[in-house]
């Protein structure tokens, strides 16, 4: 684990006791801004501390969001490995009761409750503990406790977050049944999913419609509900299975009237809508899930006041002086200040530039994946079948590759309505060589390299080795730089402000891996490459025809990074693309 993601998960610790505790509000959020501050950083904030130790304080400070005693801690926690304030607090808090933070329907407050008044300090305990005992506890009761023991087993059944490609063609089918119901008038998913998030935790619909009953028994009987949780006149929760999927799924049906400010309320982030509470606020305005209103009455909707704006999300932002920000930017990373900057988008992409065919371990041939690439209107593919050193990929010795080269030529020519590039998935071994020898990559148009074994070097030696490969005069693109999979392997954790300045000296590009599985380059690190001038190349590494639909969950990777389409080279045109993949040879 990187010392970003230690020092994170400490101060993420940190909140959570002191809200148990019930300190004051802005302490708490102190801490856990901090928390997403360091885990975002593209440098190592061990790096930071260890490079100059009387000027690290200083230094941790000049990173938006870390105050001078969160700078001191985190040179507190490099230098010594822990944190005295957080030993302390855990003296006072049992870390079982943390674990019960993590179940949906209780709150610091309930853990506090039930930890001071049963002394249920663990999951483990909270499940030994019988009914009757829980709904003593205040402000608990029977449907409380109910709830809890189903989410609980939801939380066993369903393990981690799902990933995105899986949780989205599941909301996207959901979406498409609701919106064929009578009457619905519009239907959309939010949360986490429509921003873009790499793994999804549950799925949220906004319903507006003429009957509310149809939409709400429709939703609660669909094929892939085993179990419903709660139906109500404006909420429904259920449980749904699609394969291995385990998901929850809630419906909320809001008038049509208000649609737009109950989309940007269930889209989030918390974060975002907080800083358009605030803005709202200084404007003596007040917005919530009903509208923005004027004045600054707590509930206006409930006095009968008529919002300014709640009809669309757009409205409501041009109410408060500013453009639409589009969902993948809602993460409170400066989406506010950004201005009307175009966004990439799917249908920017012209050119698919790291795939595979039969010769390595794809499922088409040359000509195959060419037709393909062609009939998604691209201008170029590149086939980059894997080098030698992945015997489980069937990876191309060098006289397998050379008379690849010649195939390749072969099929450029029969299929004249797109360009064919001949190159390789070239593995960047364990001390930074390449796969290949000069002589050979030379030959190849282009050399996309990265790296897949030795996944567990520290970050020193990891950082070295892609800078090796990086400043290498013949490689154009580092595909998947950290190598990582979501929600099974962290990969590798490089010094990424190293890479991307030497990214931007050696005039090479950073891929992100839009399998999203991978999602590589990360959305936090491809945000500093993109603000660094990096060229990015956005990349499915299709194995299979139906793996060009990845280009999606890339693109939205993208956006969330803010990235315009200038940035990405798989928008240029074939000209300006095949000049520059030359100026490497």
């Known amino acids: 684990m990187s010392s970003n993601k230690e020092v994170a998960k400490l101060f993420d610790q940190m909140a959570a006791g002191l809200e148990i505790l019930g300190a004051n509000r802005f302490r708490v959020n102190a801490y856990n801004r901090a928390s997403r501050v360091i885990e975002d950083l593209t440098e190592d904030v061990r790096a930071v501390v260890e490079q100059d130790l009387p000027t690290a304080v200083k230094r941790l400070t000049a990173f938006d969001g870390i105050g001078k005693g969160m700078a001191e801690k985190v040179v507190e926690v490099i230098e010594t490995g822990e944190m005295t304030e957080l030993k302390e607090l855990l003296q006072k808090v049992p870390a079982g009761v943390f674990e019960l933070l993590e179940i949906p329907g209780i709150g610091p407050k309930a853990a506090k409750a039930m930890w001071e008044e049963l002394g249920i300090a663990s999951v483990e305990d909270l499940k030994a503990t019988s009914d009757e005992d829980l709904a003593k506890v205040p402000r608990m009761g029977k449907k409380t406790v109910a709830n809890i023991r189903k989410a609980i087993a939801f939380n ?80 429904s929760s259920v449980r749904v299975k699609a394969g291995a999927v385990v998901m929850q799924v809630d419906l909320r049906i809001v008038p049509e009237a208000v649609y737009g400010a109950a989309l940007m309320y269930f889209t989030g982030s918390k974060e975002h809508n907080v800083r358009l509470r605030e803005l709202a606020i200084k404007q003596g305005k007040r917005l919530n899930e009903y509208g923005l209103f004027s004045g600054t009455e707590e509930r206006p909707q409930d006095s009968g006041a008529e919002p300014l704006a709640a009809r669309t999300e757009q409205e409501i932002y041009a109410d408060l002086g500013l453009p639409w920000v589009a969902p993948e930017l809602r993460e409170d990373r400066g989406e506010l200040e950004r201005g009307e900057k175009p966004l990439i988008q799917v249908s920017d992409i012209r050119a698919e530039l790291h795939a595979h065919t039969t010769a390595s371990d794809g499922r088409l041939s040359i000509e195959e994946l060419a037709r393909e690439a062609a009939g998604r209107g691209f201008h170029t593919i590149a086939v980059t079948d894997h080098s030698k050193s992945q015997p489980i990929a ?131 690190h491809l945000r500093a490459a993109v603000d660094a001038g990096v060229k990015i190349a956005i990349n499915t590494d299709a194995h299979d025809s139906r793996h060009f639909d990845f280009i999606s969950y890339g693109v939205q990777t993208a956006r969330r990074a803010g990235m315009e389409p200038e940035s990405c080279i798989n928008t240029w045109d074939a000209d300006r693309l095949h000049g520059w993949l030359r100026s490497k040879r």
Not at 207 to 225: I, N, Q, T, Y
Not at 409 to 438: F, H, M, N, Q, T
Not at 477 to 491: F, K, L, Y
């Open 394 to 524: 069937n990876g191309l010795t060098e006289d397998r590759l050379k008379r690849h080269i010649e195939a390749i030529r072969e099929a450029d020519e029969a299929v004249p309505e797109i360009k064919i590039l001949a190159g390789s998935e070239v593995d960047i071994l364990s001390d930074g060589s390449l796969d290949y020898d000069d002589e050979l990559l030379a030959q190849l148009d282009i050399v996309v390299a990265s790296p897949h074994a030795a996944l567990r070097q520290d970050p020193a030696t990891a950082t070295e080795r892609l800078l090796k490969a990086i400043r290498h005069p013949l490689v154009h693109i580092i595909g998947h730089p950290t190598g990582r999979i979501v929600n099974r392997r962290e990969g590798l954790a490089p010094d990424l402000k190293a890479l991307i300045e030497a990214a931007l000296e050696s005039d090479t590009a950073l891929e992100v891996n839009a399998n999203w599985n991978r999602l590589d380059l990360r959305d936090t």
């Open 156 to 235: 066993e059944e369903s393990g981690d977050r799902v990933p995105i490609g899986l949780a989205k063609p599941l909301a996207i089918e959901i979406r498409e049944e609701l919106a064929q119901l009578d009457g619905v008038r519009q239907v959309e998913y939010a949360g986490s999913l429509r921003r873009g998030r790499e793994t999804i935790g549950d799925l949220d619909f906004l319903v507006a419609c003429d009957d509310s009953a149809l939409a709400r028994d429709h939703f609660v009987s669909m094929p892939r509900v085993t179990q419903v949780l709660a139906k109500g006149e404006t909420k």
